[in-house]
């Protein structure tokens, strides 16, 4: 509809998005074939990228969340966050 739009006659904006799909199969095998060469590493991967999130949250969203007299809130939510990971970590195996 973008190319219709622009001027191209349907014929020819039919066959640009065709050929714009012909890289997705090429894509998904090559997905496919990331995935399961990386699957040996993928806990750690993801045990890295969870690091990275808390660092993250600590270095930039705590000390953010105690400015404009918002302390206690900021701490409370925080142990109740907590605390709700665990339960959801424990409960869900």
């Known amino acids: 509809m973008p190319l219709r739009r622009e001027g191209f006659s349907a014929r020819r904006s039919f066959w640009y998005g065709q050929l ?7 894509a998904a095998v090559i ?3 990331a ?7 993928l ?5 890295f990228a969870a690091g990275a999130m808390i ?3 600590i270095e930039e969203v705590i000390p953010e ?4 007299g918002n302390a206690d809130a900021a701490t409370a939510g925080a142990m109740i966050g907590f605390v709700v990971m665990m339960i959801l970590d424990v409960g869900l195996g």
């Open 65 to 68: 969340s105690q400015h404009n």
């Open 20 to 26: 714009s799909g012909l890289v997705e199969p090429v």
């Open 43 to 47: 806990p750690y991967a993801l045990a």
């Open 31 to 33: 997905g496919a074939a």
């Open 35 to 41: 995935v399961i060469i990386a699957t040996p590493i």
């Open 55 to 57: 660092f993250v949250v």
